[in-house]
Structure formats: structure tokens, C-alpha cells
């Protein structure tokens, strides 16, 4: 009987279609660099190194071209355009990455792929949906048709928070929410302010 592991490598000619390029070792600078974390970044509260920012952005824009080249729904402006994108931000890294962190991803709308149009398609690798085995779908809350496969949209977001479609700046929004969420925490954490103006109101 064929192991787990020799019916998979079997299989991965058929998959190859939908492989994405791997993408472990990017994610593991990704989680050194976004400042979300800091407490599992191996050199702590340290502000990223512009090196390794750097690489990050060049290392997504590898995978990518990667994706462009060997892959051929993947032609699309979109792509070109976040590939140039990356490459330019590479050039001149920031100081602090912007983008959301793993937890805002976790949280994503996942999207039943029954739930999507017969040939919708991935806006970044260009595949259709149905074609994945096993599709991942989430929704960005910017727009409802604003559908991508989990694994290629994942980076883009660590990196730099926004949707490739629109441009709404979701880590943006994202900030203030928590940061509204901290002020409403410290608000109802001092009744003794809120006394002194009912008081103030029925005094
Ligand atoms: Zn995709
Ligand atoms: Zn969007």
C-alpha cells in the first residue's frame, strides 16, 4: 500500500496548474520585519532591519514572477502591477511595515466556493476557483466581489495591508479600529469622569 507521502508526490504533476511558488522561508522574514509581533521576532524590539524589509518585498515579487512565468492565466496588468510595485518598494524600503498582521488574516471572510460565479477566477494567479482541489477562498471587506485565493492575497496583505483591486488601505482601517476599540476600553474604565458630568447635567 501506497504511504501518504508517495501518493501525494503521485499526485503533484496533476496540481501542478494551481501550484503556487513556496513561499515558507518568505514567510518567516515576513514575521521578523511586521511589527505586530515583536515578541516573536528573534531579534526583539528591535525596528526591522531596511535590509531585511527589503528582501521581503524582492522575495514576494520573486514568487510572483515565478508565478508569471510558469503559470499562464497568470498575465494579467494586475499582477505586473503589484510586481512593480514590490520591486519599487524593495528599492526604497520603509521604516516600518504597514501591513496587516496574521490574525486579521485569520479572521478573513472565508467564501464557500459554491458560493462564487462557475469561472470566477483568482484577480492575482489567474486561476479559476474551481479549478483549485482544494479551493481557500476569503473576502476582503472592502467589496463584496473583492474574492481571492487565501494563499496568494495572504503576503500581499502582510506586506503592505491594502486590496489589489481598490487600493482601500485595510491595515489603515484596521489600526483605527483598534485603536477606537482602546479608547472605548479607557473610557468605560474611568466611571468617576462620566459621574462628575451627569452630575454636571442634573446638578
Ligand atoms: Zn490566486
Ligand atoms: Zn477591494
Known sequence: MASY???????????????????????????????????QRTRQHAVPVPGDVSAAFRGLAEAFQV???????????????LISNLLSTAERPPTEVKGVDEEYI???ERVNIKKVKKDAECPICGNEFSEDLYPLL???????THVFDLECIRPWLLLNGTCPLDRVDLAKKERE???????????????????????GLYG
Do not use: F, G
Request: aromatic residues 2%; negative net charge.
Open 5 to 39: 507521502e508517495t501518493e501525494h508526490a503521485a499526485d503533484a504533476p496533476q496540481s501542478n496548474q494551481t501550484r503556487r511558488p513556496d513561499m515558507s522561508s518568505l514567510y518567516s522574514l515576513i514575521s521578523e520585519i511586521t511589527p505586530e509581533r515583536p515578541e
Open 67 to 81: 508565478m508569471q512565468r510558469d503559470n499562464e492565466n497568470a498575465d494579467s496588468d494586475l499582477l505586473q502591477e
Open 106 to 108: 485569520a479572521k478573513l
Open 138 to 144: 476569503v473576502r476582503l471587506p472592502c467589496h463584496e
Open 177 to 199: 479600529r483598534k485603536q477606537k476599540q482602546l479608547e472605548e476600553i479607557k473610557k468605560n474604565a474611568a466611571p468617576e469622569d462620566e459621574e462628575e458630568e451627569w452630575d
